[in-house]
């Protein structure tokens, strides 16, 4: 079965400390994986693609095939990155999004 | 480029009512998905449409249904409403093809509350 876990509803920590924001999937084949972001009153936005290897706002991820995971990291968070995270794959080729149920990241000032 | 966008923006319905809500996707795409997003089931997905043709389809009972047309916006008709339908309908976005054509993009959803 296709599925995305993200293990904490909730990861509260201090600006300026590391951030690691837990996902991992099930999935036979190669999947396609992202982490959306949606930040309070805006919509829901891509903030990174595991194809591209890219760095946004700080954040990275790395694919990880033999643990399954997806994890987001920030060596150092700022106030403006709360929000609630979600951690999605695509089965190839459809247009089928699943989600993880979301973490909400709390930074404190 | 414009983002995508959905209405109306909110609706209250009563309990049996139908409803039909509107995507509008980003000009060149022509993906788009439906997804329902509650509180205690999060993020799923209803369907996808793509050259007017749904092509995927999730765990949903037939009172969903959707269409797209030829300019590739996007309805999504429920029927007999019930009270479990309340929820924030997201519609997304995408090419569909080329290596970043999986990438969806979100409107910013219709809240639909049902009464």
Known sequence: AQRVTQPEKLLSVFKGAPVELKCNYSYSGSPELFWYVQYSRQRLQLLLRHISRESIKGFTADLNKGETSFHLKKPFAQEEDSAMYYCALIASNTGKLIFGQGTTLQVKP | ?115
Not at chain 2, 48 to 77: A, I, L, V
Not at chain 2, 92 to 111: C, H, K, L, Y
């Open chain 2, 1 to 115: 480029k414009a983002g995508v966008t959905q209405t109306p923006r909110y609706l209250i319905k009563t309990r049996g009512q139908q409803v039909t809500l509107s995507c509008s996707p980003i000009s060149g795409h022509r993906s788009v998905s439906w997804y329902q997003q509650t509180p205690g089931q999060g993020l799923q997905f209803l369907f996808e449409y793509f050259s007017e043709t749904q092509r995927n389809k999730g765990n949903f009972p037939g009172r969903f249904s959707g269409r797209q047309f030829s300019n590739s916006r996007s309805e999504m008709n429920v029927s007999t409403l019930e009270l479990g339908d309340s929820a924030l309908y997201l519609c997304a976005s995408s090419f569909r093809s080329g290596r970043f054509g999986n990438e969806q993009f979100f409107g910013p959803g219709t809240r639909l509350t049902v009464l």
